[in-house]
């Protein structure tokens, strides 16, 4: 999960593009950002555990009050704040969208014909690494064949084709990215990270705090 | 006799799903857990929440009603060129997945609509800008445009019928229009309003999408909370409670319902045909143009919305989106290709059409014979599923549909889900026009030898043939538009045309977005298609007596 935000949109007003977090609530960035309700869309949940990350539990609230101080949108899923809110894919007005890292190549895949830049692009320092997984239910009675199942979903072939389909990155090693992921993808070097089993344990806390603070 | 097969419709696909559902939510370890159901109805939240659910499905109700009762008459009273083509685009919204109707109504709503360039144009700089994004006047708007056709069916079906001499006698009496309106034709309407406004009501109490795209994330139905509760958080003692809550409001009002509803009339009924006339008087020149105008601000100018984004191109107009989604290799985000995604709307749909027939003409039929408190139990019962929320149903499903046939994998399930929410339709539109036959009528061909299925077939079929077509077509309508639990049961290898449009919605891409743009304007051509052939065929017709 990274901020994208619309390279020609900064570039036509001669503005800066966001560099970390904090300058989100900068008021030469009011109204220009997009998220998803944490509650409801899992990269707005990532976005929440990134500034959760990022400011500490003890801070991040006040960074969303600032947020919403500065005039943030908050939609429900990402399909609403991507193509109706977002300025860089079409109909918003909007700038600045939670989305991935993996989108800005998906703009290029998807176009005809195929742009040599992408239109839209990643503020690294906004990216929380969210990891989709397999997992076998306890208490299966055919483990063997979950096995075999998870084994084929790590396989080079399949995690090949991940990229271009899901619009996800491979977790196999061996797996080689398409051309157009290579050129257009940007892999953070370093994006926030939080331990899955504090996220499990803290998530509805949260969540819960965020409602409070953002939607009510 | 005849209750058999929806009691075992209702009882296999409905009440035991939900039942278990509930029952897990609220019994997990067999014992049910009241503290769940205190803690949930004593809080400051779920009161509002379901305070505003209450109160926007009330408003959203009578909005419907005033709009569209005007609409029924100009579309089934009044001739005039296009007038079929019309009746059949007002129905389309209804199948129109919600988020890309919440799309189109962003667009217009927001602050590049072209309401805000009319103002601009006229005022200048100093024209405000209105944004109606993320307002209570957006859901309730998006509703009116949803549930028109529901009012504009029922009622305007009815009202073709009903003998214009009646409305002519007061009117020669002196009669005012207002007052014949009032005291003619809107007590021979009651049913019909009442089953609409019923309808209507459980659509919007139950809304959804609509909810969550255009009012905003602050704005909450139960509905809403009942996913977020059963998908989000993984909370199904709340989910449950929110369930029960909801069931009983629907209850609630299902029995206002049936109250106001309990005397059943008898009414002469004639061909519709006959009944229509073209606009003589300047009055009714202006009503009609009206009532267009009306259709097409509310119901046109979001479906042109998607229209015109199905052909925006990088470089300004083109068929991109429609090659791309049509000629291409299945799109690595369908997993299909398209075409399968239509083949199969029409497959489940016509699948779930003839079922919502099959029970709800047996239960209407029931209603109009029996008078028993049985009867009434069942009609009602069968309504209840529009006001259940399509999460439950979908869960519930999954985790009961094992025993005795395991049809959790099975493609059938899709077309009883839809079959679920389409057969109120059936019975609400079949019911007036049956109560409507003379008995004596049946009792004559039976005097005269006639057995039951030859009586039904030679006194009942023809009477009510044109309302099996309208049921049969709104029935389409909904089976291919249904995506609630459809979802949750569709198989990943034969997605519908709603589920595909969710799929290249969920993914980023310029040509992602104009396939489902252009998906959904096929979605809304083929149904209007549908609509239009049904509407021209005849099964014999009314007042052959």
Do not use: K
Not at chain 2, 218 to 230: D, F, W
């Amino acid at each position: 999960m990274c901020l994208n935000h619309d390279v020609a949109w900064f570039e036509d007003r001669d503005l800066a593009v966001p560099s970390d977090l904090e300058d989100l609530t900068d008021p030469a960035y009011e109204g220009l950002l997009a998220v998803q309700n944490p509650a409801t869309s899992s990269p707005g949940l990532s976005f929440l555990l990134a500034t959760i990350e990022r400011f500490g539990e003890d801070g991040y609230l006040d960074f969303w009050e600032d947020l919403v101080a500065n005039d943030v949108v908050v939609t429900d899923g990402w399909s609403e704040a991507y193509y109706d809110e977002f300025s860089g894919t079409g109909g918003g007005d909007r700038p600045l969208v939670v989305s991935y890292a993996s989108s800005p190549p998906a703009e290029v895949f998807f176009a005809d014909p195929q742009p040599d830049e992408a239109p839209t692009g990643v503020i690294e320092a906004s990216c929380f690494r969210q990891v989709e997984f397999v997992g076998i239910l306890d208490g299966t009675e055919r483990r063997a064949e979950a096995e075999e199942l998870v084994d084929f979903m790590l396989s080079t072939t399949f995690q090949e084709d991940l990229p271009l389909t899901m619009f996800v990155f491979p977790v196999n090693e061996r797996a080689e990215l398409p051309e157009v992921f290579v050129e257009h993808a940007v892999i953070p070097s370093d994006p926030l990270e939080l331990d899955p089993s504090v996220i499990g344990e803290q998530r509805e806390t949260w969540i819960e705090a965020w409602t409070a603070t953002v939607l009510r | 006799m005849l209750l058999v097969v929806p009691v075992v419709f209702l009882g296999w696909f409905f009440v035991w799903p939900v039942t278990s559902i509930v029952g897990l939510g609220l019994a997990p370890d067999g014992e049910v857990e009241l503290g769940v159901l205190a803690r949930a109805l004593t809080d400051q939240s779920v009161r509002s929440v379901a305070w505003f659910t209450l109160w926007q499905a009330v408003v959203s109700t009578v909005l419907t009603l005033l709009v569209a009762i005007p609409g029924a008459y100009a579309l089934s009273r009044q001739e005039f060129p296009g007038r079929r083509a019309l009746q059949a685009a007002v129905t389309v919204p209804f199948v129109l997945p919600t988020v890309v109707v919440g799309s189109a109504f962003l667009a217009l709503l927001g602050p590049r609509s072209p309401v805000n360039a009319a103002l601009v144009a006229v005022l200048g700089d100093a024209a405000p800008t209105l944004d109606l994004r993320r307002t209570v006047t957006a859901i309730l708007l998006a509703h009116v445009f949803f549930n028109y056709a529901v009012v504009v069916r029922t009622v305007g079906g009815l009202w073709s019928m009903l003998d214009p001499r009646l409305e002519d006698a007061a009117r020669v009496l002196g009669a005012s229009r207002w007052r014949t309106f009032r005291e003619v034709s809107l007590p021979l309407l009651s049913p019909a309003i009442a089953a609409s406004a019923a309808i209507v009501f459980l659509f919007t109490f139950t809304s959804f999408g609509v909810v969550l795209i255009l009012g905003g994330p602050g704005r909450a139905t139960i509905e809403v909370e009942i996913h977020r509760a059963t998908t989000q958080l993984l909370d199904l003692p709340l989910a449950s409670t929110l369930a029960l809550l909801q069931l009983v409001a629907v209850l609630s009002a299902l029995a206002v319902y049936g109250h106001l509803t309990r005397r059943a009339q008898q009414q002469r009924l004639v061909a519709a045909a006959s009944t229509r006339r073209p606009p003589r008087s300047r009055a009714e020149r202006w009503f009609l143009g009206t009532n267009l105008a009306v259709i097409v601000v509310l119901v046109l100018s979001p479906l042109a919305v998607l229209v015109e984004r199905s052909f925006v191109t990088a470089t300004g107009y083109g068929l991109d989106n429609w090659r791309r989604l049509l000629v291409d290799d299945p799109s690595s985000v369908l997993a299909v290709p398209a075409g399968e995604a239509v083949r199969n709307s029409l497959l489940f749909g016509t699948s779930a059409t003839l079922v919502a027939l099959v029970v709800g003409g047996l239960a209407a039929t029931a209603a109009t014979v029996g008078r028993g408190w049985i009867t009434g139990a069942v009609d009602r019962a069968l309504m209840v599923p529009l006001g259940t929320s399509a999460v439950t149903v979908g869960f519930g499903f999954l985790i009961a549909l094992d025993r005795p046939l395991d049809l959790r994998g099975s493609p059938l399930l899709v077309p009883l889900a839809q079959a679920l929410i389409a057969t109120p339709f059936v019975v609400r539109t079949l019911l007036p026009v049956l109560r409507s036959i003379d008995q004596r009528l049946r009792d004559a061909a039976a005097v005269l030898g006639a057995s039951p299925l030859r009586v039904w077939r030679e006194v009942d079929l023809p009477i009510i043939g044109r309302a099996l077509l309208v049921a049969a077509g709104f029935s389409f309508a909904i089976a291919v538009g249904e995506f609630g639990a459809t979802v949750f049961v569709a198989r990943a290898n034969l997605p519908t045309m709603p589920v595909a449009i969710f799929r290249l919605l969920g993914r980023p891409g310029v040509a992602n977005f104009g396939q489902a743009m252009a998906m959904s304007t096929l979605l809304a051509a083929i149904t209007a298609a549908a609509l239009l052939a049904i509407d021209r065929l005849r099964v014999g017709s009314v007042g052959r007596f």
